[in-house]
């Protein structure tokens, strides 16, 4: 590795870890007592939960994922010390997200400078995506700061290093294998594209087994599958978590469909194409020059291994995956936006003033939703969706406390297990798959097997949404994303046979409480009888 990388550390590691973890928790503070939310209720929190009270490593009140428990792990541990308490879990998040952008600020310091680093650093902070994603109990985050810290020691060529960070980033979640994976094609591949008058295009060339160091990472996440399947009989999960994201996924139009948002989420999604169009117009213009010549780049095989892990993602992530979440790109959106402040502070005078542009774009995105459908937790709608949800079950607790309550997941989750911070006692649940009109429908054919009603947004619905009178599209969605309309709260009253007697709405979401014609005319009856007594 050139000498022209390694720079003086201008700042203490554990300082800066200090500084950069304060900086997250003022800005998270208002979002640190909500309650849990999504796949957080509807997983994780669980397996980490059942991890404090049984030790079991695979949950067995909830069907496993086969994910690696360390990240479950860490969180147990934070609570065995402090309490099981949802402050205590983002802020354990938060430590998490600290270490995250410490890497992010380090591996671009090494391959650019403490400019770049300081910018980028700022920028992925506050991307809405990653701001969201730094106090939820997920594993993304994790598996992101791990590789970052293992690109970093990758770049500077010590390779026992970047086996160990690549190794914790495949046990912090399984599909952090595809960056030693890709850096491993990638060195395999590059002597045969370069040329010999040409910069070399490989970052490191070797002619010995050390780049088999970059399958170390297969062994602990190999004994943790095995492991996995002794004591459930599935290697990748329970049946029904393989075949909704791997068996379900693989339709070349679907997969077509999927890499074309997985690239709009590297390099577009949430206001990030503002960058990415920065970037582009930036290439366009020379290079700064200052007394000592032009100002360097990032060195053209740095960013060709970028490019390379950024590409496996891509394609990977458009392959598996039956939800086509932004948070599974978190360990390539930083690199991208590495390489574009990095452009920018080679070529533009005002680069400050662009990356402050960008990052008040990002600002807005947090709390402004896109003209385009996407889901709740990657911006502040989360929070809006908590609320709505904590709202409308207290008052179904408060209102119908023996009530038999239909609903959709995770509102089914949230009525029945008190210890996500929703309902202080469990409530008896009937569960459908959502709240389109056959499910309803479907429900209002056993309507005797409940008494109320709790319906919600599932899913954001923009205004004016994009396509929305391309009927191919519309198929597409449905057949492969798993799309359908929640009925309105009126016209699901109809259906149900019943009427509204709570509803909210938040900037585009909305809960509601429909009450179904038997309980009310039980209570009309109690009311009569009250009254002849009198």
Same mark, same amino acid.
């Given at each position: 590795?050139?000498?022209?990388?390694?720079?003086?550390?201008?700042?203490?590691?554990?300082?800066?870890?200090?500084?950069?973890?304060?900086?997250?928790?003022?800005?998270?503070?208002?979002?640190?007592?909500?309650?849990?939310?999504?796949?957080?209720?509807?997983?994780?929190?669980?397996?980490?939960?059942?991890?404090?009270?049984?030790?079991?490593?695979?949950?067995?009140?909830?069907?496993?994922?086969?994910?690696?428990?360390?990240?479950?792990?860490?969180?147990?541990?934070?609570?065995?010390?402090?309490?099981?308490?949802?402050? $205590?879990?983002?802020?354990?998040?938060?430590?998490?997200?600290?270490?995250?952008?410490?890497?992010?600020?380090?591996?671009?310091?090494?391959?650019?400078?403490?400019?770049?680093? =300081?910018?980028?650093?700022?920028?992925?902070?506050?991307?809405?995506?990653?701001?969201?994603?730094?106090?939820?109990?997920?594993?993304?985050?994790?598996?992101?700061? =791990?590789?970052?810290?293992?690109?970093?020691?990758?770049?500077?060529?010590?390779?026992?290093?970047?086996?160990?960070?690549?190794?914790?980033?495949?046990?912090?979640?399984?599909?952090?294998?595809?960056?030693?994976?890709?850096?491993?094609?990638?060195?395999?591949?590059?002597?045969?594209?370069?040329? #010999?008058?040409?910069?070399?295009?490989?970052?490191?060339?070797?002619?010995?087994?050390?780049?088999?160091?970059?399958?170390?990472?297969?062994?602990?996440?190999?004994?943790?599958?095995?492991?996995?399947?002794?004591?459930?009989?599935?290697?990748?999960?329970?049946?029904?978590?393989?075949?909704?994201?791997?068996?379900?996924?693989?339709?070349?139009?679907?997969?077509?469909?999927?890499?074309?948002?997985?690239?709009?989420?590297?390099?577009?999604?949430?206001? =990030?194409? =503002?960058?990415?169009?920065?970037?582009?117009?930036?290439?366009?213009?020379?290079?700064?020059?200052?007394?000592?010549?032009?100002?360097? #780049?990032?060195?053209?095989?740095?960013?060709?291994?970028?490019?390379?892990?950024?590409?496996?993602?891509?394609?990977?992530?458009? $392959?598996?995956?039956?939800?086509?979440?932004?948070?599974?790109?978190?360990?390539?959106?930083?690199?991208?936006?590495?390489?574009?402040?990095?452009?920018?502070?080679?070529?533009?005078?005002?680069?400050?003033?662009?990356?402050?542009?960008?990052?008040?774009?990002?600002?807005?995105?947090?709390?402004?939703?896109?003209?385009?459908?996407?889901?709740?937790?990657?911006?502040?709608?989360?929070?809006?969706?908590?609320?709505?949800?904590?709202?409308?079950?207290?008052?179904?607790?408060?209102?119908?406390?023996?009530?038999?309550?239909?609903?959709?997941?995770?509102?089914?989750?949230?009525?029945?297990?008190?210890?996500?911070?929703?309902? &202080?006692?469990?409530?008896?649940?009937?569960?459908?798959?959502?709240?389109?009109?056959?499910?309803?429908?479907?429900?209002?054919?056993?309507?005797?097997?409940?008494?109320?009603?709790?319906?919600?947004? &599932? #899913?954001?619905?923009?205004?004016?949404?994009?396509?929305?009178?391309?009927?191919?599209?519309?198929?597409?969605?449905?057949?492969?994303?798993?799309?359908?309309?929640?009925?309105?709260?009126?016209?699901?009253?109809?259906?149900?046979?019943? #009427?509204?007697?709570?509803?909210?709405?938040?900037?585009?979401?909305?809960?509601?409480?429909?009450?179904?014609?038997?309980?009310?005319?039980?209570?009309?009856?109690?009311?009569?009888?009250?009254?002849?007594?009198?």
């Amino acid at each position: 590795m050139s000498r022209d990388y390694l720079q003086p550390r201008r700042f203490h590691p554990a300082l800066l870890f200090v500084f950069i973890f304060f900086v997250l928790f003022v800005l998270h503070a208002p979002l640190l007592q909500l309650p849990y939310f999504w796949d957080e209720a509807g997983y994780y929190v669980p397996a980490a939960r059942e991890l404090l009270l049984t030790g079991s490593l695979i949950p067995r009140s909830t069907p496993s994922n086969a994910h690696p428990p360390p990240v479950m792990a860490f969180l147990a541990a934070c609570w065995k010390l402090a309490g099981f308490a949802t402050i $205590v879990t983002r802020t354990a998040m938060l430590t998490i997200a600290a270490f995250c952008l410490l890497g992010i600020f380090r591996l671009a310091e090494r391959i650019s400078n403490t400019q770049v680093a =300081l910018a980028a650093t700022i920028c992925t902070a506050l991307y809405p995506v990653f701001f969201v994603q730094s106090s939820l109990a997920h594993l993304d985050m994790a598996a992101a700061g =791990l590789t970052f810290w293992g690109l970093r020691s990758y770049i500077e060529g010590q390779r026992a290093q970047t086996a160990f960070w690549f190794s914790l980033a495949a046990l912090a979640k399984e599909t952090a294998i595809l960056t030693p994976f890709a850096l491993l094609a990638w060195e395999v591949l590059c002597p045969w594209l370069r040329s #010999k008058d040409a910069e070399s295009l490989c970052l490191h060339v070797r002619r010995n087994w050390s780049s088999a160091l970059l399958l170390v990472p297969v062994l602990p996440l190999g004994i943790w599958y095995g492991y996995h399947y002794a004591c459930t009989g599935f290697v990748f999960g329970n049946p029904e978590f393989f075949r909704y994201n791997v068996e379900a996924t693989l339709h070349p139009l679907r997969i077509f469909l999927a890499l074309v948002l997985r690239f709009w989420q590297a390099v577009g999604y949430l206001n =990030l194409y =503002l960058l990415t169009l920065a970037g582009l117009l930036a290439l366009r213009r020379p290079a700064l020059r200052s007394e000592n010549g032009e100002r360097p #780049k990032i060195a053209a095989n740095v960013q060709l291994a970028f490019l390379a892990v950024i590409f496996a993602y891509v394609v990977a992530m458009a $392959v598996v995956g039956g939800a086509v979440l932004a948070r599974y790109m978190l360990p390539v959106v930083p690199l991208v936006i590495i390489i574009w402040v990095s452009t920018l502070w080679r070529r533009v005078r005002l680069w400050w003033a662009v990356v402050a542009m960008v990052v008040l774009a990002f600002v807005i995105g947090l709390f402004v939703n896109p003209p385009y459908g996407f889901s709740f937790e990657d911006n502040l709608a989360y929070s809006d969706c908590i609320l709505l949800h904590q709202r409308a079950e207290q008052f179904v607790e408060a209102r119908y406390p023996m009530a038999r309550v239909l609903t959709a997941w995770p509102a089914s989750d949230e009525l029945t297990h008190p210890y996500l911070g929703y309902v &202080t006692r469990p409530m008896r649940v009937l569960r459908i798959e959502d709240f389109s009109a056959e499910q309803l429908l479907v429900a209002a054919e056993a309507r005797s097997a409940f008494d109320v009603a709790l319906l919600f947004s &599932t #899913k954001y619905e923009p205004p004016h949404p994009w396509f929305e009178h391309w009927r191919a599209w519309q198929s597409w969605k449905m057949r492969f994303f798993g799309y359908h309309r929640d009925v309105p709260p009126a016209a699901a009253a109809e259906i149900l046979g019943g #009427k509204v007697v709570y509803s909210e709405t938040r900037d585009g979401q909305w809960a509601a409480v429909v009450e179904l014609e038997q309980i009310m005319e039980a209570q009309a009856g109690v009311s009569n009888h009250y009254f002849s007594i009198r």
